[in-house]
Each structure stands twice: as C-alpha cells, then as structure tokens.
C-alpha cells in the first residue's frame, strides 16, 4: 500500500499562490506516476497534473497550463503543485494520487490522499 498526505491548501485572494505538497511512504516502490486532481462541489473528479518519478516527465491540464507546476524529491519522497494566478474558479479538493503506470484518467490510480481544500476568493 502507498499512504499519501496532502497539505497545504487554504483560503486565498485571486491572484493569490499556494503550493501544494503530498507526501508518499509505504510501498512508494510501486509507484510509477503521480497526479493532482480535484473536485469542485456538483462536479466530477478532473484531471489537473501529473509526474513521473524516474524522469520527471510532467502533463496538465489546458486549463492550468502557464500557472501551475509540477515537481517531485525523489529523496523526499514528495510531489509539489505550486499553483499560481489562482482563479476563484481552482477552487476545489485538490487530491493527490498514485499510479504504478503512466496515466492521466483518475480511474487508473489506486492510492489516494484525503484531499485538501483550496478556496479562491474574487
């Protein structure tokens, strides 16, 4: 099993940055990619970012592209979403999660943080 614990979420101003981190122990070795995504109230689960541990190979999403980045400490065992221009329509539970294989659809990845809010004001 892979734990995973998010932290840093919060309540900010639009235009505002957060940096997002998700800690990773137990089975890490069975990790392959890890992803960001979220879910705003009434909507479903959608795609925000993701990395590869050995390469460091990163995607996004259109909608976040030029604003947030992706970045992970192999060391550390840590994946960072540092987000910024933040628009109050980011608002939602950010959700880090692990897959042992490249993929960017939610359904793939079995292991789940609990989530943490982020709230953008106008």
């Known amino acids: 099993q892979v734990q995973l614990v998010e932290s840093g979420g919060g309540l900010v101003q639009a235009g505002a940055s957060l940096r997002l981190s998700c800690a990773a122990s137990?089975?890490?070795?069975?990790?392959?990619?890890m992803g960001w995504f979220r879910q705003a109230p009434g909507k479903e689960r959608e795609f925000v970012s993701v990395i590869t541990w050995n390469t460091g190979y990163s995607y996004y999403a259109d909608f976040v592209k030029g604003r947030f980045t992706i970045s992970r400490d192999n060391a550390q065992k840590t994946v960072y979403l540092q987000m910024n221009s933040l628009k109050p329509e980011d608002t939602a539970v950010y959700y880090c999660a692990s897959s042992d294989t490249y993929s960017r659809n939610y359904r793939n990845f079995n292991h789940w943080g609990q989530g943490t809010q982020v709230t953008v004001s106008s």
């Open positions: 137990g089975r890490t070795s069975s990790s392959y990619t």
